[in-house]
């Protein structure tokens, strides 16, 4: 059967009288029914009918009581019940409701946009997160979809306050030299959002709630990192909108320069905690060392097995050929530790010799996966 388009509403021009609880309640019986009554049964039905065909699904009412996983209308946001017996809870009690596109309508750990960057107007305190749309981590077994349609502007250097423009950094840290903070978007069960920032040793951004959670920010997701300079300001970089996952520094930092002795050495790089450094690294050989000599290099996470380079197992080979001493250079992804650390070694002593040449490595940039999160 196909379906069926009430577009007359029966009785709508003619007599109708309402007969009445009473009668409602003991309906019809052994007579003729009056022919207002009738017409006001059968036009109560049809603009029923057409309420329903209009709005596709009912409105939220406060007196009626709602089963559990039912579903409503609440100012165009449909709401799932979460308990039976609902009845007289509004729909922003989310012990009682909670909005169903926004829950089924991003997976889990999905985030597309929020591209980053320092403000045109205060580039060194103010940074702008651009709209996007993520799910949130979970928090007390919930976890929602999040939409901002505009970019959104926070200052690094005042406490958080709602709105663009405003605040963005937890009150329980202060800016310091030379540090790295967390980015997090925080929004409410509706799906808006603001931004805001936390300490490294936060992933949860319990600090940053303490300050939203009054105004409804309730579910974060972490976006990205930020760093200050020397002078406790925001470096300045660049967020590819083309691989978000990428981040570049605007200026060369440096991780360690200078001699090398042979062995192993912990380099502390300028990539945030458990991100995917990428690393510049320039080996300068000695006029000193004799032709026919060669140098293996090893990177590896600290997590991974410290591995003996060879000339046949190495992450980057020199070998000097009638006197050509031009340095090495090589580029490298690898995992950094909560520490910020990752291991560099080399060798030589295949053939030979002490070098003592001079390493220099630096971090362009980094690579932050912000699809995998542990919170997620």
Known sequence: MSQRLIDTVWGSTGATTDPGTTKANLGWIAEIPAHDFQNWWQDRMDEQVQYVQQIG??????TVTYRLNAIVMSAGVLYQSQQASNVNHQTSDTAWWLPLA??????????????????????????????????????S???????ATASITKQLDVEWQEGTGMGGRASAISVAADTFYRVFVVGKPDGTLDVGFDAVNQPGAAQLLADTTGDGYDYPRQIGWIRTNA????????????????????????????????????????????????????????????????????????????????????????????????PMWSSHRVHVDANRQWRYRASWSEIGGSWNPNVEIVTPGYFYNRGSDDLL
């Open 102 to 139: 926004f829950l089924q309508s991003l997976p889990r750990g999905y985030i597309q946009g929020f591209i980053m960057q320092n403000n045109a107007v205060d580039v060194l305190n103010d940074l702008d997160v651009g709209a996007g749309r993520c799910r949130s981590h979970t928090v």
């Open 141 to 147: 077994g919930l976890s929602f979809g999040l939409d």
């Open 231 to 326: 002078s406790n300001e925001i470096e300045t970089f660049f967020h590819d909108p083309n691989q978000p996952e990428w981040i570049a520094w605007q200026g060369e930092v440096e991780d360690r320069g200078g001699s090398f002795t042979e062995g192993a050495e912990t380099i502390t790089s300028n990539a945030p905690p458990d991100t995917d450094a990428w690393v510049l690294i320039s080996v300068g050989i000695p006029e000193t060392v004799a032709n026919n000599e060669s140098y293996q290099q090893w990177i590896s996470a600290l997590v991974m097995e410290d591995t003996f380079p060879s000339g046949t197992f190495h992450h980057g080979n020199i070998f000097t050929d009638n006197g050509a001493k031009s």
């Open 57 to 62: 699904i009912g409105e939220w009412i406060a």
